[in-house]
């Protein structure tokens, strides 16, 4: 529930936007520990976590001025892959890189995590 959230387009910008901040209060634990990381700036990019974006998603992280968006997938989105598939093609669309990394990962391989994200950023940015 704490991933790329879907919501229908009808709903209002100001929805989405209590339902972020709601969100925000609420981390996970995977969550908690990859924001303590991508705060400091290291990764090459400012992050934002739990942040409205095309109209009806909520991101678990943006690093608006490199357009990465990053998703901490829990056991729930092994339920969830063809859902998270059509919000990462919209996304895609919108022009943002979208990396999903499990809670696992997370957990057992932060600086790897952190490694491939600021790679994705450095790559981004030499184009």
């Known amino acids: ?61 943006l690093a608006p001025s490199a357009g990465v968006v990053i998703e901490v997938d829990g056991a729930a989105h092994e339920h969830r892959r063809a859902a998270d598939a059509r919000r990462d093609l919209a996304l895609r669309r919108a022009g943002y890189r979208v990396l999903r990394f499990t809670v696992e990962e997370i957990t057992h391989e932060l600086p790897g995590v952190l490694e491939r994200v600021s790679a994705e950023i450095a790559q981004l940015r030499a184009r």
């Not at 991933?3 to 634990?29: D, F, Y």
């Not at 995977?30 to 974006?53: D, K, M, N, Y």
């Open 1 to 61: 529930m704490h991933k790329l959230t879907n919501h229908k387009p009808s709903r209002s910008p100001l929805v989405l936007a209590q339902r972020a901040a709601l969100m925000r209060a609420a981390s996970t634990p995977s969550e908690a520990a990859l924001w303590a990381a991508l705060r400091t700036g290291e990764c090459g990019a400012a992050f934002r976590r739990q942040v409205p974006l095309v109209g009806r998603f909520i991101a678990d992280f």
